[in-house]
């Protein structure tokens, strides 16, 4: 159905959107404090705040075992289910160094059926699976950027299941950039089950040394690097103020062998707790 403002609202008549159930013990979609525009998609689903125009929350639930190498199809397009006032649109990543970065990435939820999959990936395009990160690579950003493929990868040899939630952290020290405030931090939450139980990991990535929004000039060198840090969920909870639910208690970071509330730098894959 399509709702009022916090109603959830389908694509294409097919959406079943992110599936609490999805792992063997029950994982409830992480909620904001703030009110926000439940928008569901094959296999996942954003939040998106409304004063913002960007996702607070976002999750999507991968079949490592099911997953398909689909050819990309699909472009970028403005969400015909909300105003187009409410999202962050094509304006703001024009003619500057900002990516359209993936929340729920292209490839999470293209498993199983070849069409289902297809449908899928290509609902990864709607504006507000997007939010602006400074543009170009370095290890810190791949590292993020492939971290759902190193959990898949240790979670196969168990249930080959992985739920994973990811936002940026709507600050209110975020700079001002044409019309709304460009996040300098992103969250993820990676869950998955073991024969002990459910299992996550949470992770942060820090784009501000890259983000100078004084001049207009967005990721101008060489003003700094993406940082990419694995933080206690408690400290995602305390930073996004997002009720994460079982997701807290099921921190490898809260493990008697593993207790810490540092945040850990990650310059490699081996540097990560799981």
């Known amino acids: 159905m399509v709702g009022d403002v916090g109603g959830t609202r389908q694509y294409d008549g097919m959406a079943d959107g992110y ?7 029950r994982v ?7 009110d926000a525009t439940e928008l569901t998609s094959p296999r996942f689903t954003v939040l998106l705040d409304r004063d913002r125009r960007l996702a607070s929350v976002t999750g999507v639930n991968i079949d490592g075992a099911l997953l398909r190498e689909l050819p990309r199809t699909g472009e970028w397009r403005l969400d ?12 703001v990543y024009a003619r500057n160094d900002l990516d359209r970065g993936h929340l729920v990435r292209r490839r999470d939820p293209g498993w199983g059926d070849a069409d289902e999959a297809r449908d899928a990936t290509e609902a990864t395009f709607f504006y507000p699976n997007a939010a602006p990160q400074a543009a170009g690579f370095n290890q810190s950003k791949d590292l993020w950027l492939g971290l759902e493929d190193h959990v898949i990868e240790y979670a196969e040899t168990t249930d080959q299941r992985v739920s994973v939630f990811t936002a940026p952290v709507l600050g209110d020290d975020d700079p001002p950039y044409r019309g709304i405030r460009i996040p300098l931090r992103f969250w993820k939450i990676a869950a998955w089950q073991t024969p002990d139980g459910l299992s996550a990991a949470g992770f942060v990535l820090d784009q501000s040394e890259l983000v100078d929004t004084s001049d207009g000039l967005l990721a101008a060198p060489p003003l700094g690097a993406f940082r990419t840090f694995q933080i206690p969920v408690a400290e995602i909870a305390r930073v996004t103020k997002v009720d994460v639910g079982p997701l807290l208690d099921a921190d490898v970071l809260a493990r008697p062998s593993a207790r810490s509330t540092e ?5 490699s894959a081996s540097d990560i707790t799981l």
């Open 19 to 25: 599936d609490l159930d999805f792992l063997p013990t």
């Open 28 to 34: 409830p979609l992480p909620r904001p404090a703030q």
């Open 80 to 91: 015909p289910r909300i105003d187009d006032e409410l999202q962050t649109g094509p304006d």
């Open 263 to 267: 945040w850990r730098p990650l310059a």
